[in-house]
């Protein structure tokens, strides 16, 4: 009987409950938020949506220090800060982000579940929700959002069907990320042509931007692939996902990771020379960031 927390209840947590709800696999859904009020409007929603639609899955509010006996937790809440951003927009959400995170964290000390981040930015979250907490299952959402995306471009442009394309996404889930051309493959063949690396990653990087524009957020894209993620993290599903965990030296990015029966183990490609280089310019950005949070906590902390 698996039962998930959501941390949150804006537009992410709303499709990822949705998602969980009609999951078939999921029988309790915990949910929180700041103020109470849009964790309880949410439940009674997926209650409804339960009814019109059979699913018999459990919904109840509860804290964050409650959700400690489920399976699982999505963490997925925002600061209230005005993004302002034009480039690397999703690190705009440092140091707000941080402090809830960082506050959250502490309710989950060797909490044994697995804890799925997708505040952004999401890879300095999941090392700070790891460190803070102690947990050994925490994992960032985001570079499998990227991947989804990239494989559905390249599908698009070479007309065959998205499952004929295998490539990751890894590094950053922002303007860092590292798109594995070299190791790309298009029905188990290399590819035909060169990937139009470049305009991928305009494309990637514009999406989200394009959806904001029409729906406020983005929501259905992200809530999927943080269902499929923990379907996966808990043993529903075997197979590769990319996800925020620790590569080295403390520092979280995307990789992919093999899971069996909710076991992981990496599974990184071979990287080309200039791959190579751009994981290794995403790495020492996310541990600058890092270090800037870490910096700013020890500001706020009399001596
Ligand atoms: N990693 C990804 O792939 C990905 C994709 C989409 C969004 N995001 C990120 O996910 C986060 C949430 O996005 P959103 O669009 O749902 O935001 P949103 O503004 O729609 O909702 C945020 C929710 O968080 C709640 N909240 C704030 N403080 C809280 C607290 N202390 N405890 C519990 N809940 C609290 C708010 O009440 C609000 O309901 C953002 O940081 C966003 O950038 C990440």
């Known amino acids: 009987m698996t039962a998930v927390g959501v941390i949150g209840a804006g537009a992410v947590g709303q499709a990822v409950g949705m998602l969980l709800a009609a999951s078939g696999w999921c029988r309790t859904v915990a949910v929180a938020s700041r103020s109470g009020r849009s964790a309880a409007a949410l439940v009674t929603d997926l209650e409804d949506m339960g009814q019109a639609g059979g699913s018999p899955v459990r919904l109840v509010t509860a804290a964050p220090a409650h959700m400690r006996a489920c399976d699982a937790v999505v963490v997925c809440p925002r600061a209230a800060f005005t993004n302002t951003a034009t480039r690397d927009v999703r690190m705009a959400g440092l140091r707000a982000n941080g402090v809830l995170l960082r506050r959250l964290a502490r309710q989950f000390t060797a909490y044994s579940g697995v804890v799925l981040v997708v505040t952004n930015p999401v890879d300095v979250m999941t090392r700070l929700f790891a460190e803070e907490s102690g947990c050994a299952r925490v994992l960032g959402v985001g570079s499998n959002t990227d991947s989804a ?45 060169p990937v139009p690396v470049t305009e991928i990653r305009e494309e990637l990087a514009a999406r989200p931007g394009r959806i904001a524009d029409g729906i406020g957020r983005t929501r259905c894209g992200p809530a999927a ?16 996902v990319e996800l925020s965990a620790h590569w080295r030296d403390g520092v979280h990015l995307g990789v992919p990771l093999h899971f069996t029966g909710g076991r992981r183990t990496e599974c990184m490609p071979t990287l080309a020379p200039n791959e190579a280089s751009q994981l290794a310019a995403a790495e020492s950005k996310l541990r600058a960031a890092y270090e800037t949070l870490q910096a700013a906590e020890k500001e706020k902390t009399p001596a």
């Open 149 to 193: 995306r990239y494989r559905a471009i390249l599908a698009r442009r070479l007309r065959v069907p998205a499952a004929a394309v295998h490539g990751h996404v890894i590094g950053e889930h922002g303007d860092h990320a590292v798109i594995c051309a070299s190791t790309t493959t298009v029905h188990g063949r290399r590819m035909p042509v």
């Open 225 to 240: 692939a943080t269902v499929t993620a923990l379907a996966h993290a808990l043993g529903v599903t075997d197979g590769v």
